[in-house]
């Protein structure tokens, strides 16, 4: 269950939506090239957008999602929810 108490910032708490940073994360620094971390966030187009560009620069679009998930590990519970989760970007990217 999500958690109010701002000072728990437990890598695999639930947001209120039900999605983990670091689930999203562990999917982005493994499987990020294929988009399965905006596909489990419901960013569709990310996803697919993720998928294009991967194939478009033969495999080295899977670094940027590498870093990515080093910074999901990185940030809070709260600015992960705001950055990733909650945002109305189509491509959350950094």
Excluded: H
Aim: one cysteine or more; a neutral charge; charged letters at 10%.
């Amino acid at each position: 269950m999500y958690e109010q108490n701002p000072s728990s910032n437990n890598l695999f708490d639930c947001g209120p939506e039900g999605k983990s940073r670091g689930v999203a994360a562990l999917l982005a620094i493994f499987i990020g090239g294929l988009g399965i971390q905006y596909f489990y966030l419901g960013k569709t187009g990310a996803g697919l957008i993720t998928i294009g560009l991967t194939l478009i620069t033969c495999g080295l679009w899977e670094l940027v999602t590498f870093i990515q998930g080093i910074l999901m590990l990185c940030m809070t519970n709260d600015s992960f929810r705001q950055k990733y989760v909650t945002t109305t970007s189509t491509f959350p990217l950094f």
